[in-house]
């Protein structure tokens, strides 16, 4: 995976772009910023979101479920304690037109939780390396 953030003026507005895509990122204008984006740590959450619903479409298509449509609500907020910043996230499922059981739906809540993205959050023991490229 491959993401570039280009930030061109003396705004905190960045463009942030993979092969296909391209989402702005912003900071709020009370925190110095032009509001035109998602703030950094909403973009972690809007991951963590897309991962999820796409995570119980295909175990659903598996298992040959009907969960209808998956609405995937994050609530996060940055908290501090103790000099650590960290991001405290409630996830809320919504399935409109499901056709499932009450287990499916226990299941589905559990396979929620085992997405990448949210496993990779729940480590919290990851490696970022930043070096300087010269142009």
């Not at 507005?13 to 989402?23: A, D, L």
Request: proline share 3%.
């Amino acid at each position: 995976m491959e993401i570039q953030s280009i930030s061109k003026s003396d705004s905190y507005q960045t463009e942030i772009r993979n092969q296909n895509s391209m989402v702005i990122a912003d900071e709020p204008i009370d925190d110095g910023g032009d509001g035109q984006g998602f703030e950094p740590s909403e973009l972690l959450c809007a991951a963590l979101a897309g991962c999820i619903s796409i995570t119980l479409r295909m175990y659903s298509k598996r298992k040959e479920w009907n969960p209808g449509e998956i609405l995937t609500n994050i609530a996060g907020k940055v908290a501090k304690e103790n000099g650590e910043t960290f991001l405290q996230i409630k996830v809320q499922l919504q399935l409109k037109g499901h056709q499932l059981t009450q287990e499916q739906i226990g299941r589905l809540i559990q396979v929620a939780g085992l997405c990448p993205v949210s496993r990779i959050l729940k480590k919290g023991e990851n490696e970022i390396q930043i070096e300087l490229i010269e142009s």
